[in-house]
């Protein structure tokens, strides 16, 4: 599996995806918004376009797929619940499906609520896996539900399926936003050594090379998977005084949710 992670440059700061089969050169594009960009490392690898897939519905993720579809004719692949909002689709995923790149490379298909209602992350079938995981994980932070999305099943999809996922299992997320959420991250934990390291690291990173993180890393330095950290909980007292005296960790995650809204 060859995996190209493009940088659009946008003020959403999105990361695109070519997925490729080094022995076909059959491709996958993840939400290929700048489209442009897309086509043109496909055609300088040699790979031809033959699916495109939409981790959910919001605009800056499909918006490129019409003129990927028009170059390549390629078949667009999203949630099954997505038909309503995502024009075109020509395969509709549900949790367990398996999508073929080629003759050598699979991605299993994961139904990951809360984003949105209906988002999939991609999970790769190769001894090192690797997690294609749109708005539903950030490196270092968590995606919002404004549009169409809600903080509870977020919350079973981060503890119920992306923790027990392994932990090498390499992440990207559809954005790059890692500076700000690890500076979420040390407002809520000051004393994460982990992170206030990795912040320094990354401040003023190249997102054409960036960090590829794990899920192990992630478990470290992402307060959403920090639910049971004392300075975590600590901290949250001091924001919601009126929480028990024994919190759960969906409470946790709840209002840690709420407070990243509005930081």
């Known amino acids: 599996m060859i995996v190209e992670q493009i940088w659009t440059g946008n003020a959403y700061r999105n990361f695109n995806y070519l997925i490729a089969c080094g022995e076909t050169g059959e491709a996958l594009a993840i939400d290929p918004l700048d489209h442009e960009k897309c086509l043109a490392v496909a055609k300088a690898r040699g ?12 605009h800056d993720h499909i918006g490129g797929n019409g003129a990927v579809v028009a ?8 949630h099954a619940n997505a038909r309503d909002s995502i024009p075109g ?3 509709g995923l549900k949790a367990g499906d398996v999508i073929k790149i080629g003759k050598r490379v699979e991605l299993e298909a994961l139904d990951t609520p809360g984003h949105t209602l209906a988002h999939v992350c991609l999970l790769s079938h190769t001894d090192t896996p690797a997690l294609f995981c749109g708005d539903t994980l950030f490196n270092a932070g968590a995606g919002n539900c404004h549009h169409g999305g809600h903080p509870a099943q977020l919350y079973d999809t981060f503890v119920r399926q992306l923790a027990t996922l392994p932990d090498h299992t390499l992440i990207y997320p559809g954005h790059d936003y890692i500076a700000n959420n690890l500076g979420f991250t040390l407002n809520r934990e000051p004393d994460n050594a982990r992170a206030g390291e990795l912040l320094k690291s990354v401040s003023g990173q190249d997102p054409n090379a960036p960090l590829v993180s794990t899920l192990a890393l992630e478990k470290e330095v992402n307060t959403f998977f920090r639910l049971r950290s004392p300075s975590v909980i600590a901290a949250l007292r001091e924001s919601f005084p009126d929480l028990p005296a024994e919190v759960d960790a969906k409470t946790v995650f ?5 407070l990243r809204n509005s930081w």
Do not use: F, P, Y
């Not at 790979?47 to 981790?55: A, H, K, P, S």
């Open 47 to 58: 790979w031809r376009i033959t699916q495109v897939l939409n981790t959910h519905e919001h």
């Open 71 to 78: 170059a390549t004719g390629a078949k667009v692949l999203a």
């Open 254 to 258: 709840l209002k840690l949710r709420e």
């Open 89 to 91: 689709l020509d395969r």
